[in-house]
């Protein structure tokens, strides 16, 4: 269900930002920041395999999650502070307004391949 994964990709994308706050005041480690990445990539390989299925391309958007723990890796290799997040936060906030635009922009091309009189049929 691309609706359910849009979702829960969405929450993932939360999740790391609230840790990322937590570790910047040293109330996370950055093994739980990691852990918010991981299941981020679990959510993304999901509405990946989603899209797919409907054979909407996300080509797109695959590189976007290394870009993301590149990010993560960069930011976590400073000592935990506000001001450190401040630094880095604008490009990770970057990668995931740009993952939201691609899911959107993919958004007319999902609801064309869920809406034909055959969609539901096919489906099952």
Known sequence: DVTMAVHNLILSMKGIQESLRLWSLSQATPEQVSDCYMQFGVEFNVIVRAFDGYGIGTGDLHPIPASLRAALE??????????????????????????????KAKQAAWKAATSGPLSAVSRE
């Open 74 to 103: 960069n930011l976590l290799g400073e000592d935990p502070s506000p001001g450190a997040l401040a630094m880095y936060m604008p490009e990770i906030r970057s990668l995931l307004c740009e993952l939201l635009q691609g899911l």
